[in-house]
């Protein structure tokens, strides 16, 4: 039986090299592939794979986001982040959204191949060069504080964020003096970059 993978990744010629490597393999065959994570949950919903092979930048969902939809439905389906992002907050991040894996989009193809076989077996395969900081700091953030950071981060305005998660406009500015005061940054640009250089957004 071979071993059932989507692959998730926005960039189409990064989706197109991945899923050619990987059915090289004679004992994984790719059955899906997405390109944002809305696209990931509907396809892990219908062909029910082994496993979601996910970046983590991607549009709809994130593969942080998928993976913790995954795990909150409980679903079997075990999940490998691949990316560009070295950072321990990332990490961190991925396993406590349920990932199995985390690897590097540099690793050698051997290493992608192995990881997968490892998570299928019930294992976990983590980067080498971050499993060592994988228990650094940790991120101080509360999950609603990470969306209106990013928001903030991104030049958007505390009453268009107020009216996206149907709060006040003080409740924002509130959560957002939090995070930066969290962060020990003097504005909200400086907090969104500091997070974003931890990998906590």
Request: glycine share 8%.
């Given at each position: 039986?071979k ?11 990064v ?5 050619a ?39 709809e ?17 075990r ?15 991925a ?6 894996g ?6 050698p ?7 997968v ?7 976990r395969?983590i ?10 700091e ?32 003080g ?8 995070a ?22």
């Amino acid at each position: 039986m071979k071993i059932r993978v989507i692959i998730a990744e926005d960039q189409s010629m990064v989706l197109g090299a991945l899923a050619a490597l990987l059915e090289n393999e004679g004992d994984i065959e790719v059955v899906g592939q997405a390109h944002n994570g809305l696209e990931a949950m509907k396809m892990v919903r219908s062909l029910k794979p082994d496993l979601l092979l996910t970046d983590i930048e991607m549009p709809e969902m994130s593969g942080l986001e998928v993976a913790a939809e995954l795990k909150r439905q409980q679903s079997p389906v075990r999940v490998i982040i691949l990316t560009t992002f070295a950072r321990a907050g990332y990490l961190r991040r991925a396993l406590d959204s349920g990932a199995a894996g985390y690897l590097l989009k540099d690793s050698p193809a051997s290493q992608l191949a192995n990881a997968v076989r490892r998570v299928h077996a019930g294992m976990r395969a983590i980067a080498p060069e971050l499993a060592a900081e994988a228990w650094g700091e940790s991120d101080p953030l509360t999950d609603r504080e990470r969306q209106i950071l990013r928001l903030a981060g991104e030049g958007i305005s505390s009453t268009e964020i107020a009216a996206k998660f149907r709060l006040s406009e003080g409740t924002v500015r509130n959560y957002l003096s939090e995070a930066i005061s969290k962060l020990g940054a003097s504005n909200r640009v400086e907090a969104a970059r500091i997070a974003r250089q931890k990998g906590w957004l």
